[in-house]
């Protein structure tokens, strides 16, 4: 019996709860990127990089390709953009709603 699909989706989000493979997925929404690129720009070990492309190939969030000494990755599907696209703005959403309060706060807050 296969797992229920909210297991499913936990594993997923799981696969996306590390900084580095979020950074890497937003860069691979540009465009295809070698890795050689990738590790100025992310700013990690390239052995920390490498275990990171490892999690998303097996999630089958990445494919990557070899041309000559260069291993280049690029996303599985353009879903994978518009998906980063969507939570930017669900937090973009939730920031604005906390600067309101934090406004809020300061304007009613007691003078002392």
Do not use: C, W
């Not at 937090?91 to 007691?110: H, I, K, Y």
Request: net charge positive; no cysteine.
């Amino acid at each position: 019996m296969s797992a229920p699909l909210y297991q499913l989706k936990a594993e997923f989000f799981k696969t996306l709860g590390h900084p580095v493979r979020i950074r890497v997925l937003e860069l691979l929404s540009v465009r295809e990127h070698a890795v050689a690129e990738l590790l100025p720009v992310v700013g990690v070990e390239a052995a920390s990089l490498s275990q990171q492309l490892a999690v998303l190939r097996k999630a089958n969030l990445v494919i990557s390709r070899r041309e000559g000494v260069n291993v280049y990755y690029r996303l599985t599907s353009d879903e994978v953009a518009q998906l980063l696209r969507v939570a930017r703005s669900i937090l973009s959403g939730v920031l604005e709603g906390q600067a309101e309060l934090l406004a809020d706060l300061r304007a009613t807050s007691p003078k002392y």
